[in-house]
């Protein structure tokens, strides 16, 4: 099992920057991709970002792209998103989450493991 544990989320105004982390632990070996997802308020979850630890690559949503960051630390058990200039539509609980794909991939099935969330707001 591998858990993970997201923190960073907060209120923001617009323009804004925040940095979220995510701590993985346990079988963390076995997680070949992590990525974050969010969902707002009535809507569905959507893809945010993810990073593949064995490719080394990237993906990003269309509405994030140019804004927001995903990296890893050199022990690739902790993955970070940085969130720079914020909008009020990126208002959302964002959710860290762990694969065992070798891909950074959108889709929500292909992950196994997910966190319990945390909430960022960003005001107007």
């Known amino acids: 099992q591998v858990q993970l544990v997201e923190s960073g989320g907060g209120l923001v105004q617009a323009g804004g920057s925040l940095r979220l982390s995510c701590a993985a632990s346990?079988?963390?070996?076995?997680?070949?991709?992590m990525g974050w997802f969010r969902q707002a308020p009535g809507k569905e979850r959507e893809f945010v970002a993810a990073?593949?630890?064995?490719?080394?690559?990237?993906n990003y949503a269309d509405s994030v792209k140019g804004r927001f960051t995903i990296s890893t630390d050199n022990a690739k058990i902790t993955v970070y998103l940085q969130m720079n200039s914020l909008k009020p539509e990126d208002t959302a609980v964002y959710y860290c989450t762990a694969g065992v794909l070798g891909t950074a991939s959108s889709r929500g099935d292909d992950y196994r493991y997910w966190g319990p969330g945390t909430q960022v707001t960003v005001s107007s």
């Open positions: 346990g079988r963390t070996f076995s997680t070949y991709a």
């Open positions: 990073l593949s630890r064995s490719a080394g690559s990237t």
